[in-house]
């Protein structure tokens, strides 16, 4: 029986012994390395999500959006668990989850005050925890980005991670303005310069 785009999984056990031997299963079944180009892909998203979910815990703005975002990781993680052109219908990132993406960095980067240099990742803890997640989320787009060149990926699983870096970005820079911080921004050759 087929699983439903918005069924939750199912899971009676967490252990199953199955990668003792350094091997593990993907979404179509298939026995694949743990360190293969895919795993390290869906491993890096994961690990984004495990960082998003540091900064709700530690109370950032848009926390709502952030909340959305980790469940469509888990639409990215399992995208990318499956490879293109499977026998049944798989769960796929759409183009609309990236509009989403696109509309919530045009809202955000609004009441931003224009840049002048690029920004060194900092200021407010909140602003510093989103831009680890924007490293984070670029490191999963470069695996993902590695792992097209060799199999089918779907676009637009990439086309998000690329894109929510960008709102990852913005969000850090929000966190600074909402909170009256300056941001730390790079002096080429020369000390840390910081907008008030």
């Known amino acids: 029986m087929t699983r439903k785009r918005d069924e ?27 360190d293969s180009p895919r795993i390290e892909a ?3 998203v994961d690990e984004l999500n495990a960082v998003l979910g540091l900064a709700i815990a530690r109370g950032v703005p848009h926390e709502a959006w952030l909340s959305q975002i980790q469940n469509d990781l888990f639409d990215v993680g399992a995208d990318l668990a499956v490879p293109e052109g499977g026998e049944r219908e798989r769960l796929r990132v759409t183009a609309d989850q990236v509009g989403r993406l696109e ?18 990742p900092g200021g407010t803890k909140s602003a ?48 600074n303005a909402a909170d009256g911080a300056g941001e730390p921004l790079w002096r080429p050759g020369g000390g840390a310069d910081t907008v008030a």
Do not use: M
């Open 8 to 34: 939750p999984v199912r899971l009676d056990r967490i252990y199953t012994r199955g990668g003792d031997a350094g091997e593990t299963s993907l979404g179509s079944g298939a026995r694949v390395p743990k």
């Open 42 to 44: 869906y491993g890096d």
């Open 103 to 120: 509309g919530w960095c045009d809202e955000a980067n609004e009441g931003l005050e224009p840049l002048r240099s690029f920004v060194l």
């Open 128 to 175: 510093a925890l989103l831009h680890v997640a924007r490293t984070v989320c670029r490191r999963a787009e470069r695996r993902a980005v590695t792992l097209a060149a060799a199999e089918d990926v779907n676009p637009d699983a990439l086309a998000y991670l690329n894109r929510l870096s960008d709102l990852l970005f913005i969000l850090a820079r929000a966190a």
